[in-house]
């Protein structure tokens, strides 16, 4: 069998940390290393150097839990922290993110999405729950409209090969068009396409051409 993957737990409340410990101590491939009800605790006792995941709770009464991130990472700088809460708001996302959070776990999630989201994160990845997907992105774009459509391309970090099909479907190209003007395949237009109606939060080609001349018009 594989390692179990370290994970600490941060949670003042008493009710849940008990929970969250039971949930994980059922799971073969997680072993917790330590459950605190602070930040502080967790730090002083060293917990977070034994650790590969650390779950932070965002409303932690007396401690201001980006704070406690950005100390762990400090402290432990390999260590993977997911952030838990009911449904942060974007600030905290952005700023927990810029501290070095690499995952968030709404505490609505399901056991199964709850274990899910410590070996995503535990194996490399960044984890966002769809339903903070869509609110994110679309809170991002709001914030950016006042500045022009550039603010938004910006502000969801678009890639350039997704800049430059942003600029091939406002000029009216198909798919296989863009494809053969890009020396691409059509199916990584596809999958361009794809990735930039996500993250701009729109649904269809129609949006992104608009979305394209109002870049052009600023």
């Avoid at 997680?30 to 602070?38: E, F, I, K």
Wanted: no cysteine; net charge negative; hydrophobic share 45%.
């Amino acid at each position: 069998m594989p390692t179990p993957i370290p994970v600490l737990l941060i949670e003042d409340n008493r009710l849940l940390r008990d929970a969250i410990t039971l949930l994980l101590a059922a799971q073969p491939d997680v072993a917790l290393v330590g459950a605190v009800a602070s930040g502080e605790a967790a730090l002083r006792e060293s917990h977070a150097k034994n650790a590969q995941v650390v779950l932070v709770d965002l409303g932690l009464k007396d401690d201001d839990s980006a704070r406690v991130v950005r100390e762990l990472k400090r402290t432990a700088p390999d260590v993977r922290i997911i952030a838990m809460d009911l449904f942060p708001v974007h600030e905290d996302v952005v700023e927990l993110v810029k501290a070095g959070v690499s995952g968030f776990i709404l505490k609505d999630a399901t056991p199964t999405d709850f274990v899910d989201t410590i070996r995503a994160v535990a194996g490399g990845s960044n984890v966002l729950p769809p339903p903070m997907t869509e609110s994110l992105f679309s809170q991002i774009a709001r914030q950016a409209k006042g500045h022009g459509t550039r603010a938004v391309i910006d502000a969801v970090r678009l890639t350039q090969r997704e800049r430059q099909v942003i600029d091939l479907i406002g000029e009216g190209l198909s798919n296989k068009e863009i494809a053969q003007r890009l020396h691409i395949a059509t199916h990584t237009v596809k999958s361009h396409v794809h990735n930039i109606l996500e993250k701009l939060a729109l649904h269809t080609r129609l949006q992104i051409a608009a979305f394209a001349r109002s870049e052009g018009a600023d």
